[in-house]
C-alpha cells in the first residue's frame, strides 16, 4: 500500500504560488478514505445463530422466549462479542420471572401507552409549526 501524507510537495515541472490560504487547507488524498460499504465486502459473513432465547423485560418482569435458529445477513452485524454465560444467568435484583402471555400484555399496554404519548406529541409540534417524521412530501 502506498505511504501517503498531507505533508507531500507538489510535482516539480512548474513553479506555482501559493498563497498563505491555500497552504492552510490541506486536501487529503482520496484513497485515505474508507467507505463503510468497502469495510463490509470486506467482513460480510452470514451469522447462523442457534438456541437463541429473548429475553424480554417489562416493568419489574421479565421472560424468556425461545426463539430457535437465526440467520444473520452480515450486513446487519456491527458488533460480535462472547457473553458471560455465568452473568447472563444472573438477573438484576428488582427482576423476577413471569409467564411469556403476562409480559406480553403488560409490554402491548406499555407500547399502545407510547404511541398514545407519542401522538399527542406529535399533534402538539405540529400545531407550533414543526414537522414530524414522514409527514412531509411523499415522492413517488
Same mark, same amino acid.
Given at each position: 500500500?502506498?505511504q501517503l501524507?498531507?505533508n507531500e510537495?507538489?510535482?516539480l515541472?512548474?513553479s506555482t504560488?501559493?498563497s498563505?490560504?491555500?497552504?492552510q487547507?490541506q486536501q ?6 474508507t467507505?463503510a ?6 467482513? *460480510?459473513t452470514?451469522?447462523v445463530?442457534?438456541?437463541?432465547i429473548e429475553?424480554i423485560?417489562?416493568? $419489574?418482569?421479565y421472560?424468556?422466549i425461545p426463539?430457535?435458529?437465526?440467520l444473520?445477513?452480515g450486513?446487519?452485524?456491527?458488533l460480535?462479542?462472547?457473553i458471560d454465560?455465568d452473568?447472563?444467568d ?11 402471555e403476562q409480559v406480553?400484555?403488560?409490554?402491548k $399496554?406499555?407500547?399502545?401507552?407510547r $404511541?398514545?404519548? *407519542? $401522538?399527542?406529541k406529535?399533534?402538539k ?11 412531509g412530501e411523499?415522492?413517488?
Amino acid at each position: 500500500m502506498e505511504q501517503l501524507s498531507t505533508n507531500e510537495t507538489p510535482p516539480l515541472g512548474g513553479s506555482t504560488v501559493q498563497s498563505p490560504s491555500m497552504q492552510q487547507a490541506q486536501q487529503l488524498p482520496p484513497q485515505m478514505f474508507t467507505t463503510a460499504a468497502q469495510l463490509l465486502d470486506l467482513t *460480510d459473513t452470514n451469522l447462523v445463530l442457534q438456541d437463541t432465547i429473548e429475553r424480554i423485560f417489562v416493568q $419489574k418482569l421479565y421472560a424468556d422466549i425461545p426463539r430457535g435458529v437465526f440467520l444473520v445477513r452480515g450486513e446487519n452485524v456491527l458488533l460480535l462479542g462472547e457473553i458471560d454465560l455465568d452473568e447472563d444467568d444472573y438477573i438484576p435484583e428488582p427482576f423476577q420471572k413471569a409467564p411469556v402471555e403476562q409480559v406480553f400484555a403488560l409490554q402491548k $399496554k406499555e407500547q399502545e401507552s407510547r $404511541k398514545r404519548s *407519542d $401522538k399527542a406529541k406529535h399533534q402538539k409540534l405540529q400545531q407550533l409549526g414543526f414537522e414530524g417524521e414522514s409527514t412531509g412530501e411523499v415522492l413517488l
